[in-house]
């Protein structure tokens, strides 16, 4: 596989949203994922002398495109995002679909249809600069809650980007990790490299420092959600027999009252 290598910066905005921009400097193309707020991604943009080329957009809720509106109008960057929500999100040049895969410069951008938190979500994977913007289905120590689909739609979505090589850089849309990190171990305690990594996010967010970007293999060996097929997490819930959807299910319905 080719490496090719993306500069990426990371956007706060709002609460606790992230947005993401990546910069092939070789290409002179940059993309931004997602569009909470027009202000900080328009400054990051004038900080890094970027000029935007291309957006692409995870899902319809307004803390995701409320300022597509704005960023498109200043910078004529083209718009991708889920074609099921065309018009629903509106300014969208090109609407993709799960399976879909177009062009960026030198690299091809793939896009993973992830419903769960919403039917239309669309994660974008890189595999030639090895990374994967997964939006609201899976977070660093977590996963989106399930308000359009179902507990198995989120269970196929959430482990479908398993899948991806464990060397991959995952940018997600929230800084939830730290009270992620705070529920795995109540479903997991003595996982060690768990333990480690919740306390290095303890470190990290009493400094006021992010916790995005993770890897796939931070999440394969820590994130309660992903593990849901693993001997260990079905031992540790007394669910020996169940299938990975069932004990993924217990695992979301006990985050949510968390």
């Not at 913007?133 to 120590?141: E, M, R, S």
């Not at 540790?236 to 949510?256: N, P, T």
């Amino acid at each position: 596989m080719t490496k090719h290598a993306l500069v990426t910066k990371l956007i706060p905005c709002l609460s606790d949203n992230y947005a993401v921009l990546a910069h092939d400097p070789e290409e002179k193309v940059t993309i931004l994922v997602d569009a909470p707020q027009d202000a900080p991604i328009l400054e990051a943009l004038e900080e890094t002398g970027c000029p935007l080329t291309h957006i692409l957009i995870t899902h319809h809720h307004h803390d995701h495109v409320g300022g597509l509106a704005a960023i498109k109008a200043k910078t004529g960057a083209q718009v991708w995002g889920p074609e099921m929500s065309r018009e629903k999100i509106g300014l969208i040049d090109h609407g993709v679909d799960d399976g879909n895969k177009f062009k960026v410069g030198a690299v091809d951008v793939f896009c993973l249809g992830t419903p769960g938190h919403t039917l239309d979500h669309i994660s974008y994977w890189i595999p030639d600069a090895q990374l994967a913007f997964t939006g609201d289905t899976l977070f660093a120590l977590g996963c989106g809650r399930v308000f359009e689909g179902t507990l198995k739609d989120m269970w196929f979505s959430v482990d479908k980007l398993a899948k991806l090589p464990p060397e991959t850089t995952i940018f997600c849309g929230h800084e939830y990790t730290q009270t992620n990190a705070e529920f795995c171990l109540t479903i997991e305690p003595d996982n060690e490299l768990l333990q480690a990594r919740a306390a290095d996010i303890r470190d990290k967010r009493a400094k006021g420092e992010p916790t995005i970007p993770s890897s796939m293999l931070d999440e394969l060996t820590t994130n309660s959600f992903v593990r849901a097929n693993h001997p260990d997490v079905k031992e540790a819930l007394g669910m020996e027999k169940a299938s990975d959807a069932e004990v993924f299910a217990e695992i979301r319905r006990r985050k949510d009252r968390f």
